[in-house]
Nanobody, 119 residues
């Protein structure tokens, strides 16, 4: 499974960005899709995830500002980020829990896309 992200960049505080991530490969099923972030430091934290049925979960600091959605027909997940703050700066990684034909579900990660929010 390959994950290709797009949409990162530089934006001023209060601005918006939309991240996209398309999954490709011999995918049999996709369970969870989502976004994680690595801010300055070693830890990668959950930003938002969405299940195959559309149920969502957000990090507390993103609630009300970020919206995750997915297009199951396109195996694509989106993250609409509004009212961005400097502390949202980081590398955003696309994530999926997916399975290839005849194989169990596995975790897959994108290469990351940099989001920089200037004050």
């Amino acid at each position: 499974v390959q994950l290709v992200e797009s949409g990162g960049g530089l934006v001023q505080a209060g601005g918006s960005l939309r991240l996209s991530c398309a999954a490709s490969g011999s995918i049999f099923s996709i369970n969870v899709m989502g976004w994680y972030r690595r801010a300055p430091g070693p830890q990668r934290e959950m930003v938002a995830i969405i299940g195959s049925g559309g149920n969502t979960n957000y990090a507390e600091s993103m609630k009300g500002r970020f919206t995750i959605s997915r297009d199951n027909a396109k195996n694509t997940v989106y993250l609409q980020m509004n009212n961005l703050k400097p502390e949202d700066t980081g590398v955003y990684y696309c994530y999926t829990l997916a399975g290839l034909a005849g194989q169990k579900l596995n975790n897959y990660w994108g290469q990351g896309t940099l989001v920089t929010v200037s004050s």
